[in-house]
């Protein structure tokens, strides 16, 4: 079992910054890769960028977002930049195999808002 707890979430002016953090407790967390995700009020659940050996991103938040991992302290980090109004979202962090990641992770977080105004 792995728990997934989100933090840093908030309200920050188009073109500003902001970043959220998730901390994982459980077993075999190195070998999970890590991932976020955004669900925007009446739109399905999107993946934003994951992390393992490698990165990736989503289109919309490539070259805009970072994300970072520290194993050692069992945390996930994404760093937002750039910010629009279409970021607005509640983040999820999750986990689960390299191979399903972007599409069935293991586990969630309860999710973190992040608001954007213009």
């Known amino acids: 079992q792995v728990n997934l707890v989100e933090s840093g979430g908030g309200l920050v002016q188009a073109g500003g910054s902001l970043s959220v953090s998730c901390a994982a407790s459980?077993?075999?967390?190195?070998?999970?890769?890590m991932a976020w995700f955004r669900q925007a009020p009446g739109k399905e659940r999107e993946f934003v960028a994951a992390?393992?050996?490698?990165?990736y991103y989503a289109d919309s938040v490539k070259g805009r977002f970072t994300i970072s991992r520290d194993n050692a302290k069992n945390s996930v980090y994404l760093q937002m930049n750039s910010l629009k109004p279409e970021d607005t979202a509640v983040y999820y962090c999750a986990a689960g195999p390299i191979t399903v990641i972007k599409t069935r992770p293991d586990y969630w977080g309860q999710g973190t808002q992040v608001t954007v105004s213009s």
């Open positions: 459980g077993r075999f967390l190195s070998s999970y890769a």
């Open positions: 992390a393992r050996v490698m990165t």
